[in-house]
């Protein structure tokens, strides 16, 4: 009844504030022929069109990261960092890595320490990226998979309230630059509201440019000349030459083996040798996983251990030893023996919990997945973006990411992942979230593998995370329309006991963001399933 009268009430607001979209109700959408899962309905909305059309779902993932800087600017844009991992029926498991890098004359020692501003500008990734994988893996043009982003950035669109509310929360910083509060503030600098109808006139125009010329326009063109210009001016330390120079890379595929699932995912710079090593932990302590505060506590220590090694990941032997089952035992006898490890002090990164980034998850009828993650950084990014040319650019350098040496590309939490039964890849998924990325996804697998849960079931269960501190717990209500079998896997205050006789402390916090935001498709029988996380404004779509 709860659940019926919180839709009906956001049913009845929609009419009244255009930045909330009825289409966010749709979470769940289910398939023979195709499924989507992004942060925006839009993006979503973009990505079917693509696939009804006859795109596979690179193509349609294209279309949708493209959308996505265009209406969700607070967490992605076209000067931001990439991440795509794919798997092609026909050519197997592929990785791209578009994120951004230092230029490579960068000096750390010597570089203005500012974790926000043009300082902490690094080449942005992500044209090239999509572009790559388009090349690489997709079948229609640029202009096809375009059309999209560039009619909401000239048309317009309405701003979507989670985005009105974030832009309103660092409006103090986007007021600190002409292009920023140009283009992200009201004329006197006040933020944006829920529902503004944002015309994006120069952004269509670097949009359009891209979608006719390629990304070489951006890279080593007017664009390119543009960024390079308003950088220098400002103390940042982009260049023609940096930005010439910069190419999008095949990534190196990690595997694992959890229970029987073939784990598949993405090495340095993303974080998905971290993400396997942790469900590798979690088969090697070997816990209760059906008990509701046993999975907790196992699932806080195995995020927890895993962690340790973020730090020192560097070759490709560390690639094998961090997925190795020998070091994830090695590493669940620690936690058996309560073994602690100091910490260096962590950047910044390593431990915000909000904001960072959007994801979305597409498969086509051929069975084609795509996990793809983008992203600026916290909110807004470097707070930045370029008067005649509309974008966000991500934060990469100054600290933030912690020491970046010369023509280092930036590390981060993306983890895009995809799951094998039996052969067949079942499950792709990835979140957005910063250091939450991993723990979200790492719960999400485990409800499917070892409850036996519905993707839909498993991404509206509880959540946890080990902070410096705390078991950070997610505080869901319990709600009298959800089965028992449900409900029984809800942790609360009440089991606080449970975690202070183990020596953890427990924290309950809300959901709405806290705890990844993940987007996930999944086989179920012989339908698609696409599922889109509870705690965002984002969508799921299905082909007919």
């Not at 592929?94 to 500012?114: E, L, R, S, V, W």
């Not at 630059?177 to 006197?188: A, E, K, M, V, W």
Request: aromatic share 10%; glycine share 10%.
């Amino acid at each position: 009844m709860k659940k019926q009268l919180a839709v009906f009430l956001l049913v009845l607001i929609s009419c009244s504030d255009k930045g909330i979209y009825k289409e966010s109700l749709k979470k769940v959408a289910k398939s023979p022929n195709g499924v989507v899962a992004t942060s925006h309905p839009l993006a979503t909305k973009s990505a079917i069109g693509i696939l009804e059309s006859g795109g596979n779902a690179m193509d349609a993932a294209v279309a949708a990261a493209f959308t996505l800087t265009v209406v969700e600017p607070t967490m992605n844009g076209l000067g931001g960092r990439t991440q795509i991992l794919i798997y092609s029926p026909l050519t197997g498991y592929h990785g791209i890595d578009a994120t951004t890098a230092a230029p490579k004359d960068y000096d750390y020692d010597n570089a203005p320490k500012k974790k926000y501003g043009y300082p902490s500008i690094g080449i942005p990734g992500t044209v090239k990226g999509l572009d790559k994988a388009l090349q690489d893996h997709g079948s229609l043009k640029l202009p096809e998979v375009m059309k999209d982003a560039i009619f909401y950035a000239e048309k317009g669109h309405h701003i979507i309230n989670g985005e009105a509310k974030r832009m309103a929360e660092v409006n103090q910083y986007l007021n600190e630059f002409d292009g920023t509060r140009q283009y992200f503030t009201n004329p006197d600098g006040s933020p944006y509201r829920s529902g503004k109808y944002l015309i994006q006139k120069d952004l269509s125009d670097v949009l359009k440019s891209i979608s006719s010329e390629g990304s070489d326009v951006f890279y080593k063109g007017w664009i390119a000349e543009r960024m390079v210009k308003d950088n220098r001016k400002n103390g940042g330390v982009l260049s023609m030459q940096a930005l010439a120079s910069y190419s999008a890379e095949t990534s190196h595929i990690v595997k694992g083996n959890y229970k029987g699932y073939k784990l598949f995912a993405l090495w340095m710079p993303a974080f998905g040798a971290i993400t396997i090593e942790a469900l590798h932990i979690l088969e090697e302590l070997n816990n209760d996983l059906s008990d509701k505060n046993q999975w907790a506590e196992s699932i806080y220590q195995a995020i927890d251990a895993a962690y340790l090694d973020r730090r020192v990941q560097f070759t490709l032997e560390d690639a094998d030893r961090f997925t190795s089952k020998e070091w994830a035992k090695m590493r669940a006898n620690q936690i058996k023996n309560k073994f602690s490890q100091n910490v260096d002090e962590l950047p910044e990164s390593y431990v915000a919990a909000l904001g960072h980034t959007t994801h979305l998850t597409v498969v086509d009828k051929s069975g084609m997945m795509v996990s793809l993650t983008q992203t600026i950084g916290t909110t807004m990014g470097s707070k930045v973006a370029t008067p005649g040319l509309g974008f966000m650019y991500a934060q990469t350098l100054g600290g933030y990411l912690g020491e970046i040496t010369p023509g280092m590309r930036a590390p981060s939490h993306i983890s895009p992942i995809i799951v094998e039964r039996q052969g067949k890849p079942f499950l792709a998924l990835g979140a957005a979230g910063g250091s939450r990325i991993p723990s979200s996804l790492v719960a999400v697998i485990s409800r499917v593998i070892d409850q036996s849960f519905t993707l839909d079931e498993a991404m509206k269960l509880p959540r946890v995370h080990p902070t410096a501190a705390h078991i950070e717990i997610e505080n869901i209500p319990r709600d009298d329309s959800f089965p028992s079998y449900f409900t029984d896997k809800i942790i609360s205050m009440d089991d606080s006991l449970f975690f202070l006789r183990r020596g953890l402390n427990p924290r309950f916090r809300d959901g709405t963001g806290n705890f990844g935001r993940v987007y996930a498709v999944m086989k179920e029988g012989d339908v698609w399933i696409g599922v889109s996380d509870p705690d965002w404004q984002g969508s799921s779509g299905y082909v007919k």
